[in-house]
């Protein structure tokens, strides 16, 4: 059974940095792809990065880019979403999803999903 746990949101200014951490149980084939996503309040769900388990293929929202980054660590089973220069249309709830397959940018196409955790960027 494949288990999503997302850590490392909290309340930032403008301006700042966060990490937010993905830990992924059950996932070890080496064909799986991790997306993060995020969801403001009124809003669409929208792919923001993502990887896949080899680290050699990422994508990235135009909304993003520049600013936020992605990595994984293999022998922790963990993703991390570095997010720097954090902006108030930052904000949002942040979505670990993870796959068998290929790294895609839709989120219907992700089966596990984590808890998500809040980033809320002040201005």
């Known amino acids: 059974q494949v288990q999503l746990v997302e850590s490392g949101g909290g309340l930032v200014q403008a301006g700042g940095s966060l990490r937010l951490s993905c830990a992924a149980s059950?996932?070890?084939?080496?064909?799986?792809?991790i997306g993060w996503f995020r969801q403001a309040p009124g809003k669409e769900r929208e792919f923001v990065i993502g990887i896949n388990w080899n680290g050699d293929v990422t994508r990235i929202a135009d909304s993003v880019k520049g600013r936020f980054t992605i990595s994984g660590d293999n022998a922790k089973n963990t993703v991390y979403l570095q997010m720097n220069s954090l902006k108030p249309e930052d904000t949002a709830v942040y979505y670990c999803?993870?796959?068998?397959?290929?790294?895609?940018?839709?989120?219907?196409?992700?089966?596990?999903w984590g808890q998500g955790t809040q980033v809320t960027v002040s201005s």
């Open positions: 059950g996932l070890t084939s080496s064909t799986s792809a």
């Open positions: 999803a993870a796959r068998r397959g290929a790294l895609l940018t839709v989120g219907g196409l992700y089966y596990y």
